[in-house]
């Protein structure tokens, strides 16, 4: 993939899916980025795997960030390689804090379960669609998302046996 | 969050049907409706760890079985979750190195590889081509190790106590082997940005050598052991099926993928770290199996035994880390002479290296598959982001297809055969 080949993939995008569906692309440091609208996510992502004439059929990873100060705060990456061809490109797509939801790819790549459980675990961005919408790595009555570059290191005590009733939503 | 899948896992918790008294014939309640089930359709929710040997860490499966037949594997994860990725964002990139380490514990040299490799690629630093060899050689025996652990520990979960010592044993070689060149045994921070800490000590190839001399007849006799094992074929021919297809969308790569037919290996595919300079095969199975995954990964040793040679008979002269004194440490003996060379140590040591704004992502073949670091920049001497891809979290989602429809015992087989680190997948 290069700056070209990266362009004309936006076209097709453009094409195929709609006018607003990329909003930029970046070619930085040889990796592709394509930055497209968060509702249109799904839409791409389909549109990439089936119908582009350069299909990526396997999602390799997908993640969060959190880009603050810049707005929007969130961002979702999406990995997408073709292993027939040999190459990666990385579809990425920013939401608000303040409603942070972007469709489920989950359908169209399987092995999103456990990603999008995580990226919802660690920056609350809820994905539509999600059959099992639910933390994965934090205990299920966490509050709030430690990712986040505002959720402070350190600061929470650590689980004792001698405070562990004293703490509160650990026990009982 | 609303679950729509009808009970949660907390009630699918509580859903034990057994009848302990026994005179009443035994009806189950379906939890999602509340009706009552055909008594031949008793199920019984049983959790299979977190603390089990043989679920390799903290692993808890909340598995359904009627009879001994599993019918749903549910994956609760989270135990030994540490925030290593948080904890990397208060690091400077060359403290974080320690950090990402301790993620899969067994593969510690790829996961700081694939660290540095992310900030080498945003600081567009060339790494000498010496270093990339001691990069090799170094992932290569971490494979090696790693191998010999699984089929250490894979083994004993069936029953194998003599595989765990052989296996510990001469994993216990290779570790000898990064304590000369590091002087850790675990967790060594060989790997910089920019290069490697330190050349290897002399001394270091000749055991080396020996080690590839004295591994082959060590695998032969891990196969006499195993390969015409009447309770090691039992469970593993036949067992853990899953179809390539059906692997490729749950994302499944590395020893798994290969095994089931997919030659995908990124070393090969997408050659980085000069793999493109060795001559190695990619071993692969034919049906998928867990006695597949097991050839599988044993023929990786092989290879990666003559990897570890040719990178030591190929190994070039020159520096071992880069030059660029911004970011790795001037030599020491420069400290008395040269001031500048002080003033660049002070300020790695103290402030570290700033990286230019920026996000890279960068994968490599780790013993259990696709390994990429996500690292993003905002110019500070700090990552805003350091996220893991590890295979191991990924390749999980890949057990419950393997163990449904098939005997518990057969399960624990296919648990070991996934090979998962749970360091790894809750880092």
Same mark, same amino acid.
């Given at each position: 993939?290069? !700056? ?28 592709? #980025? ?77 092995? !999103? ?47 004792? #046996? ?11 | ?47 299979? +760890? ?20 599993? &019918? ?46 992310? *900030? ?15 990069? *090799?050689?170094?992932?290569?025996? =971490? ?9 250490? &520990?894979?083994?004993?979960? $069936? ?29 060594? %921070?060989?790997?910089?940005? +920019? ?44 067992? +853990? ?81 880069? @030059? =660029? ?12 002479? @040269? ?45 805003? %982001? ?19 429809? +098939? ?7 296919? $648990? ?12």
């Amino acid at each position: 993939m290069d !700056a070209t080949g990266l362009e004309l993939v936006a076209q097709r995008v453009r094409d195929g899916v709609g006018e607003n569906s990329v909003v930029s692309t970046s070619f930085f440091r040889r990796q592709a #980025t394509l930055e497209v609208a968060p509702a249109s996510v799904r839409d791409v992502l389909e549109h990439m795997r089936d119908r582009d004439e350069e299909p990526w059929e396997f999602l390799s990873s997908l993640h969060g960030c959190d880009y603050l100060p810049d707005e929007p705060r969130l961002g979702i990456h999406y990995q997408l390689l073709s292993m027939e061809r040999l190459d990666r490109i990385n579809v990425k797509t920013r939401v608000g804090v303040e409603e942070p939801v972007v469709p489920s790819v989950m359908d169209l790549y399987p092995t !999103a379960n456990h990603q999008e459980r995580e990226v919802y675990d660690m920056f609350g961005v809820v994905f539509e669609g999600h059959p099992d919408m639910r933390r994965i790595l934090m205990p299920e009555d966490y509050e709030g998302h430690p990712q986040r570059r505002d959720f402070p290191i350190g600061g929470e005590p650590v689980l004792f #046996t001698y405070n562990e009733k004293k703490l509160p939503n650990w026990y009982g | 969050m609303a679950d729509v899948k009808g009970a949660s896992y907390r009630e699918r918790e509580r859903s034990i049907t057994i009848d302990i008294a026994g005179d009443e014939p035994i009806i189950g309640t379906d939890v999602a409706t509340g009706a009552d089930l055909e008594p031949e359709h008793e199920l019984m929710t049983i959790n299979l +760890g977190p603390h089990h040997p043989a679920t390799h860490g903290v692993l808890r499966l909340l598995t359904t079985i009627e009879g001994e037949t599993v &019918t749903d594997i549910k994956p609760i994860i989270g135990y030994v979750h540490t925030g290593i990725e948080k904890s990397c964002e208060d690091q400077q990139y060359w403290k974080a190195i320690t950090f990402v380490e301790r993620m899969d514990y067994l593969s510690y040299y790829f996961n700081a590889a694939a660290f540095c490799m992310a *900030v080498e690629t945003l600081l567009e630093e060339e790494v000498p081509t010496r270093a990339q060899y001691l990069r *090799v050689i170094h992932m290569e025996l =971490n494979r090696i190790a790693s191998h010999l652990f699984w089929i250490a &520990t894979a083994a004993l979960d $069936i029953g194998a106590v003599t595989m765990l010592w052989w296996g510990c044993r001469d994993r216990d070689m290779v570790l000898d082997l990064f304590e000369m060149s590091s002087g850790q045994r675990l967790h060594t %921070r060989y790997f910089q940005v +920019g290069g490697v800490f330190e050349d290897i000590p002399p001394g270091f190839e000749r055991k080396t050598r020996e080690f590839i001399e004295a591994m082959p007849a060590r695998l032969d006799q891990y196969a006499a052991l195993l390969d015409r094992n009447e309770i090691w074929l039992r469970r593993n021919k036949g067992t +853990g099926i899953v179809a390539v297809e059906q692997l490729l969308e749950l994302g499944v790569t590395g020893p798994l993928l290969r095994a089931a037919g997919n030659p995908w290996d990124l070393r090969k595919a997408m050659p980085y770290s000069c793999y493109e300079d060795f001559d190695f095969r990619i071993p692969v199975g034919t049906v998928g199996d867990n006695y597949d995954r097991y050839r599988v990964r044993l023929a990786e040793v092989r290879e990666s035994l003559t990897i570890v040679e040719q990178a030591l008979d190929g190994l070039p002269e020159g520096p071992w880390i880069t @030059s =660029n004194r911004k970011v790795a440490l001037p030599p020491r003996h420069e400290l008395a002479t @040269s001031m500048e060379a002080l003033i660049h140590h002070f300020k790695l040591v103290t402030e570290g290296f700033r990286v230019p704004p920026g996000e890279a992502y960068v994968p490599i073949e780790s013993p259990r598959g696709e390994l990429g670091c996500f690292v993003v920049a905002d110019g500070s001497a700090k990552p805003a %982001r350091v996220h893991m891809r590890d295979p191991s979290f990924v390749n999980l989602q890949a057990l419950a297809p393997m163990g449904e429809g +098939g005997l518990l015992a057969d399960f624990i087989a296919s $648990i070991a055969m996934l090979d998962p680190i749970l360091g790894g997948i809750d880092r």
